[in-house]
């Protein structure tokens, strides 16, 4: 595969580590009162949709950028890269 | 001349001659041949078995479809099972054998199986040798087991070498037939950078086969010009002996270029095959065509083939297959081939054509409406049996059989991803269709597009439609409609075969219908249809179209054949290359790496990095010998070992405290700056991570440390945390791994060795630099360093780190500054003994399913304030008042050895999984205690101390006697570290 | 009608005018005690055990393709019970032992072949998880045995020992691992189902579960209506696509799997051999292919096929540890979807929503499994009850924190 890496273009997918769901971004406050339970969907409950799907990328053998990839599961073509850095910080991620 | 079948004229060069050598019996060849098409024009026709019944055969095609003549090339190391004859390039002193037959290929005693074939039906070993029950293994197997494959491995290491590579355009185009060749015209032309591949040493495809005109001229010569074109084109990039293998995502494929496999062996410093990944832009697929055989009784015989294949051997390699020949055909195309036989003066037998309308000849009978009923010949075939128009039978006398049952487009590579393929009824096959890989498009007969010009044509509009460019111009040729009709089995056939190899008849195809396996995937596997290593090119077609004709429905209702890739066979050597060997992986060298080597370190891998092991010195025969001193001496007075390995990681920025608070389980946000803390990373699951120290050099600036296992996993780890969930934090990361050269110097006297370097201006005394400091320093006069007081081994000890090019020469000062105190270099396994002693975790520990509960740890969770993992690991599974604890154990008997990965029992009861109590996970032997020793995790280890367990290992076939003591066996106070 | 050699005979001499379908080919009634989804080996299976085992009578097993066409028909074919962890070990234990009686049981030879597996060792802390497994699988009743590094000079001279990049220090033998024909072991099952009065619907699709008040009563299909006393899903790559019909969220992704098969060669390889310095495991068919595969793609994907880095990572194994397959070909690559679970583990449990349970998350554990999963899924469908050796399959184990990671890879499904 290939991803198009905002910052450096197209590169190869086997210069990336695969972490997967984009979601892993939003971790629940901790301090909410269901954080027990948040916490167990974020980290064990997946959508896994077969269709596109929002996902982590490390660019391990680059810039070591995480990016966010959306991709179709079962074509695997990818419609969009953005970096996750601005991705996290569209989900108020910045305070 | 004992090349009896050679004809004239042919693409090869009869300037030279070629010795070759096929069932120890020696031939000549000539440049340009194959090894299938020297061995018919040397009378050969029988060339190997067939799998299951052991069928003499010959060629059924002329290309990397073939299913039949399969051989063993080359001996020793390079001998090369299963390698199709149709493909492999003649060379001098070739040596060939026939595979799949004992004693020989004229004489095979499996033959015994096509006697028994009733009994060998399709599926026949799913129903029995299931009685007695032990008979399957002991008994049944074995037999169809020695029974299995075709050709044998050498059994050695292949000696030949391979490549990889990349090769990027904007227009790959994949065979050089008529589309191919005007495709690459076109691209060429308009300066687009152009790959053109083909599997063929010759570029030219079905031109080369071929008595055509283009332009006015030969085909031939159209292709010679074209190809002398394109050559001299820079921006495009000829590739003969390249199989694209396979079309993978995003418009990369992969592609095999055999550049030794035409030579005796590969030429010094070349490698026998490159694995070439192709980033293409766009992909013009011109694969062509496969002739389609016809299902007819025993209509395997070697001397029965491929039409078009035979027109290959006489026109392209003046082979014929024999000097009379019968064509069995469905279409126009098997009079071509006749025309072209009979031109070479091929005495033709007669046509036998299934159509009432069949086109006459004046030159040679044909038989028009007519089938071929049988055929006669045990080791070639003598002749045909032939069902006449009105009902009448008649033979035909002939030793080769041509058979013409239509084309099927090359759809494969279209079908790499999604891409089903669209049945095309005026053709009666399936063309490419659906969704095609990214980027590819289709010209020439792999579209079905059946005529020359039809070819050229479409070659040019698929490369100006792909690129935008304005198409060559194309030539006139030979542009006659194709016309084909399905045929596909003389009706009433029962052995006749589809897969040649598996030995897959129309019976067998009945059979599956009749017990319920109609699906295409059913048919297949249960018949094994396709399955054989030219992957039903030449079969599938018949099998769907028999079954559909039982199923009572068309051929496009019962299924598609699709395919994957590779689209012919890869040598797993070009798909490994040169990731083998020493070279399997990377090999990591530490600064020090030569010192140590001059010091007769014995190495170790760890991941990828070598380590010293330990330091045997002259007197010492067994390893514990050398650790054991390098373990004593530390302890009596210092050692150096080197921990370059392991992983650290600079942070820096203004909230670079904030963020390792947010890493570590425990505090780090108030670690004063010269202050180095232990620290524990969990995963979000609550489950330890790493461990390693934080040193806090400046206010903005921490030095964190990784375990060497970790040391990748732990930095994209950080990275996840700082862009994706602090992305606004300011702070910043880099790995220095690599980039400093670490050694621990511990023992009493570490200090005194390291006074004798550090640069004076810095004290390091117990008062100015104490347990758990750390600096910035400079050493030997000058070199920047940094200096961290931490110990692993529980002993007053250092790691002192100077950048990376000054390892070698540090180490050797330290030595050299360390003699007056005995000083010694110690290697993994003294590291590892001492760790033991003082019951630090490492990797044994931190297995990936322990907690900090778990590792005595728990109460360092910081229940203050948030960091990754705090929250799963309040877990109640996690948190069980039994929860296993790291405890020390050792045995009652001194004597007695502790076994990591030996599990605990209590002492009376009984030895099995629901009476464990947990396991030891590291063992080492204690010069300290004068005992072997381990850590272990215990069911509430920590309340069981003193308590009397038994280790028990059933694997090692041992039991000790053991008692649950402190993990820390040596100075538990810590006196000495702080010292 | 009971396959034997005296059968096969019989027909061979009458020209096989006698074999009948394997299975019938029923339309689906209206009602069934039990509808299992998943035409594959374990839903397969699972309606085996029931009907014959557990006495069920009125059972649909419902496909949307054609029986077998999933995992069962696109695996490595390899059984073995070499698990460490007591939530595993018993499980796959009895699944092997289920293996070693299922011919008589069909009356199928599916060819469970126990020709052993062996796991390299390469380094110290390796042997030390080795032993602790091995010694694991001898607490639970399993075999296993240590080799030593002259032991497997002996019994494997073919692999590479000099020159190697991570020496061979050892192994972990289990010898009664193997292989089995895996499309034999769908067929079997399906027919021995289909004997005991089970309908094996193909070609009908789920698209949707008709829940009322926190009960399943059936399921909507492209064939209609199907109501249900009982409704198991063991749709093992599709759970999450399935599942989600009946608003589940689930702790799996799917990813792809690659295998490998070489042309046939004559035979070589007495049994599975798993290098343990890279991703490579291999065994020789029947057939002669050497069979083999290493590890996932590691992204999500329905695509059932790879790409090239994982075909050359699994190749440069191979050749690192058994360079005497470099002139062997590869002949075939296919992909699997796996349904990877959050802990390597799989699931086998009621649902929250009454008359639902879901078998699934083999990660690419599946096969081997495939009876015991049938047999325990059959007890858990009978009698509401985990069977003994599958009581830590649970759904609800991430809340609880009782995780089965053999690999201890946590949270993250493509590292296990």
Known sequence: MIINHPLLGPRDSSEFVYMGDASLIERPDPEAETAASDFVEYAYLRDNPASWLRELWFHEGGDRSWLVVTRNTVTHEISQVEMARDVARSKGRSK | ?979 | MRYSGFKVIKEALSGHKGWKPAWREPDPKPHYDVVIIGGGGHGLATAHYLAKVYGQKNIAVIEKGWIGGGNVGRNTTIIRSNYLLDGNEPFYEFSLKLWEGLEQDLNYNAMVSQRGIMNLIHSDAQRDAFVRRGNAMMLNGADAEYLDEAQIRREYPFLKFDDQRFPIKGGLAQRRGGTVRHDAVAWGYARSADSHGVDIIQNCEVTGFRIEGGVCKGVETSRGFIGAGKVGCAVAGNSSRVMAMAGMRLPIESHVLQAFVSEGLKPVLPGVITFGAGHFYVSQSDKGGLVFGGDLDGYNSYAQRGNLPVVEDVCEGGMAIMPMIGRARLLRMWGGIMDMSMDGSPYIDRTHIEGLYFNGGWCYGGFKATPASGYTFAHLLAKDAPHETATAYRLDRFKTGHMIDEKGMGNQPNLH
Request: with cysteine; hydrophobic share 40%.
């Open chain 2, 1 to 979: 001349m004992s090349q009896v079948n050679r004809l004239d004229g042919g693409q090869i060069d009869r300037a030279a001659s070629f010795k070759f050598k096929f069932d120890g019996k020696d031939f000549f060849g000539h440049p340009g041949d194959t090894l299938a098409s020297a061995l018919l024009a040397n009378g050969v026709r029988l060339m190997g078995r067939s799998f299951k019944y052991h069928r003499p055969r010959g060629p059924l095609t002329a290309g990397s479809e073939e299913p039949n003549a399969l051989v063993t090339l080359r001996d020793g190391a390079r001998a090369e099972p299963n390698t199709r004859a149709t493909t492999a390039e003649l060379f001098h002193g070739l040596t060939a054998r026939s595979q799949n037959c004992w004693p020989s290929v004229k004489f095979d005693m499996m033959a015994v199986n096509d006697a028994a074939s009733d009994f060998l039906a399709a599926g026949f070993y799913y129903k029995t040798f299931m009685w007695p029950a032990p008979f399957w293994e002991k008994v049944y197997e074995p037999i169809i087991r020695r029974a299995a494959g075709l050709g044998a491995l050498s059994m050695k290491e292949d000696p030949d070498e391979y490549d990889k590579g990349f090769r990027h355009c904007d227009l790959l185009i994949i065979g050089a037939g008529p589309s191919g060749l005007m495709a690459a015209l076109s691209a060429g032309r308009a300066g687009k950078e152009v790959i053109l591949a083909d599997e063929d040493f010759a570029l030219g495809g079905r031109l080369l086969s071929e008595r055509l005109e283009i332009g006015g001229a030969s085909a031939l010569d159209w292709t010679a010009q074209t190809v002398a074109e394109l050559s001299s084109m820079p921006n495009v990039r000829l590739m003969p002996r390249t199989t694209i293998i396979g079309a993978f995502d995003h418009g990369i494929y992969g592609a095999v270029e055999r550049v030794s496999d035409h030579l005796a062996v590969p030429a010094k410093g070349k490698p026998r095959q490159i694995l070439w990944r192709i980033y293409a832009d766009k992909t013009l697929l011109c694969a062509g065509a496969t002739e389609r055989p016809i299902a007819f009784e025993n209509n395997d015989r070697p001397g029965i083939m491929l039409a078009s294949a035979m027109r290959s051997y006489v026109n392209r390699w003046a082979a014929t297959p024999a000097h009379r020949v019968a064509i069995f055909t469905s279409c126009d195309d098997g009079h071509r081939t006749a025309a072209d036989l009979h031109a070479k003066g091929v005495k033709i037998a007669a046509v036998i054509d299934t159509r009432a309308q069949a086109p006459q000849s004046f030159d040679y009978e044909v038989l028009a409406g007519a089938e071929v009923s049988n055929t006669k010949g045990r080791l070639g075939l003598t002749f045909v049996e032939v069902k006449l128009a009105d009902g009448s039978s008649r033979t035909v006398e002939c030793s080769a059989l041509g058979m013409s049952g239509g084309w099927n487009p090359n759809v494969h590579l279209t079908c790499h991803q999604r891409g089903r393929p669209a049945w095309d009824s005026v053709l009666s096959a399936f063309v490419p269709g659906g969704s095609l890989p990214q980027g590819m498009s289709v010209a020439g007969a792999a579209m079905g597009d059946f005529t020359t010009h039809g070819a050229l044509l479409s070659g040019a509009k698929g490369a100006a439609d792909a690129l935008g460019i304005k198409t060559a111009d194309v030539p006139m040729a030979e542009d006659a409609p194709p016309k084909q009709a399905a045929f596909w089995f003389v009706e009433g056939a029962k052995r006749a075969w589809l897969d040649q190899q598996n030995d897959v008849t129309v019976k067998d195809v009945v059979l599956a219908h009749q017990e319920g396996f109609r699906s295409v995937e059913h048919l297949k596997r249960y018949t094994t249809l396709g399955m054989a290593t030219d992957q039903g090119k030449t079969s599938n077609m018949g099998g769907l179209a028999i079954m559909a004709e039982l199923a009572g429905k068309a051929i496009p209702e019962v299924g598609t054949t699709i395919f994957r890739p590779p689209y012919t066979p890869v040598a797993i050597g070009a798909l490994a290359g040169r990731m083998r060997g020493m070279e399997f992986h990377p090999t990591r060298l530490t600064p020090s790496h030569v010192w140590a080597k001059e010091r007769g370190a014995v190495f170790v891998e760890v991941g990828n990095w070598l380590r010293a092991q330990w330091f045997p010195i002259a007197g010492e025969t067994h390893w514990r010998q050398s650790v054991d001193r390098e373990v004593a001496q530390t302890r009596a007075s210092v050692g150096v070992c080197d921990c370059t390995t392991l992983g650290k990681i600079d942070v820096q920025g203004a909230d670079a405290a904030h963020f390792l608070n947010k890493l570590y389980c425990n505090p780090f946000a108030k670690l004063a700056v010269g202050k180095v803390r232990y620290g524990l990373m969990l995963r979000e699951d609550g489950i330890a991570m790493d461990d390693g120290t934080a040193a806090r050099l400046a206010e903005d600036h921490f030095v964190v440390t990784t375990t060497t296992a970790k040391a990748g996993p732990v930095y994209q780890h950080m990275e996840f945390v700082r862009q994706c969930l602090m992305p606004d934090a300011d702070v910043q990361l880099i790995s220095t791994t690599e980039a400093w050269a670490q050694y621990a110097v511990a023992g009493p006297n570490s200090r005194a060795l390291l006074q004798k370097i550090v640069d004076p201006e810095f004290d390091i005394s117990n008062e100015a630099f104490e347990f758990m400091a750390c600096a910035n320093i400079t050493v030997c006069g000058g070199l920047r360093a940094r200096l961290f007081r931490i110990s692993f081994s529980g002993e007053m000890a250092f790691e002192i780190a100077v950048p990376s090019r000054y390892g070698d020469a540090l180490m050797r000062r330290l030595m050299a500054a360390g003699e007056e105190f005995d000083v010694v270099p110690y290697g993994t396994e003294a590291l590892g003994v001492m760790r033991i002693e003082k019951g630090h975790a490492a990797g044994n520990e931190l297995n990936g399913t322990t907690t900090a509960n778990n590792l005595g740890m728990g109460r360092m969770v910081s229940k203050k304030k948030d960091s990754i993992g705090t929250v799963l690991s309040e877990r109640a599974g996690l948190n069980e008042e039994d929860a296993l604890k790291l405890v020390g154990v050792k045995p009652l008997n001194r004597a007695e050895k502790i076994t990591a990965g030996g599990h605990l029992m209590a002492a009376a009861s009984p030895v099995d999984a629901a009476h464990d109590q947990g396991y030891v996970t590291s063992a080492a032997y204690s010069p300290e205690v004068g005992s072997m020793i381990g850590l272990a995790f215990i069911k509430s280890g920590d309340a069981r101390m003193g308590e009397k367990m038994r280790l028990v290992s059933p694997l090692t076939k041992s039991e000790v006697e053991v008692e649950v003591t402190s993990a820390h066996f040596v100075d538990p106070e810590g006196g000495r570290q702080r010292a």
